[in-house]
């Protein structure tokens, strides 16, 4: 199973783009590679997902390189209402339910 | 209401207690889930349900004892649990298996005494 490995914190400023990466070593040919983001007392909820490359949506992109054994969930122009934890999650894309989610990032947005 | 549902916010009990935990989906999704999370910890994933059948069971202890009546609802019975147990208890919902968008509950904040 891909184990996967992210920051336990950063710190940015509003205006600023921000870059979390996620390491996933061991990351198999039918994993996808998924982001979502906390804020306290809610759940998770789904910022972007992707396979290999680039892709974009309206509040972020997510980075992943050819080996894939990495990926980089990127904000652009952050502000205070970012502040959060982001989690990276690999599953695979059978039915199998190999969900493995790493510990969290918690971004904190500087004025 | 819309999205998922969780019942109640909040759950204070001792370690002899008997109570569950209910989330409920307003989605149209076929699948749903316990998770488990602890602080500084990744999320746990407990248990799935898909089509109302339980399809992953991932070692969780006995005292934790999940129950689907119909693709809407989701319980999580708690009995005998153990003051480790305390935690923030998610359910999320997604359309099909594997790497759908899972859609998450506010959660139930559970301690025990």
């Known amino acids: 199973l891909a184990k996967t490995t992210q920051p336990i914190s950063m710190d940015s400023y509003e205006g600023q783009e921000v870059n979390i990466t996620c390491s996933h070593n061991?990351?198999?040919?039918?994993?996808?590679i998924t982001w979502y983001q906390q804020f306290p007392s809610q759940g998770p909820r789904f910022i972007i997902q992707g396979y290999k490359t680039k892709v974009t949506n309206e509040v972020a992109s997510l980075f992943i390189p050819a080996d894939r054994k990495s990926s980089t969930l990127s904000l652009p122009r952050v502000s205070l209402s970012d502040t959060a934890v982001y989690y990276c999650?690999?599953?695979?894309?059978?039915?199998?339910?190999?969900?493995?989610w790493g510990a969290g990032t918690k971004l904190i947005i500087k004025p | 209401e819309t999205g998922v549902t969780q019942t109640p916010r909040h759950l204070v009990m001792g370690m002899t207690n008997k109570k569950s935990l209910k989330c409920e989906q307003h989605?149209?999704?076929?699948?749903m889930y316990w998770y488990k999370q602890s602080a500084k910890k990744p999320l746990e994933l407990m248990f799935v349900?898909?089509?109302?059948?339980?399809?992953e069971n991932n070692s969780v202890p006995s005292r934790f004892s999940p129950e689907c009546p119909n693709s809407s609802h989701l319980f999580l019975h708690l009995h005998t649990l153990q003051p480790e147990d305390s935690a923030l208890y998610l359910c999320a919902s997604s359309q099909g298996q594997g790497a759908e968008t899972q859609y998450f509950g506010p959660g139930t904040r559970l301690l025990v005494l």
């Open positions: 349900y898909s089509l109302e059948e339980r399809v």
């Open positions: 999650l690999v599953v695979g894309a059978g039915s199998n339910y190999q969900l493995i």
């Open positions: 061991n990351i198999a040919t039918n994993d996808y």
């Open positions: 989605l149209g999704h076929n699948a």
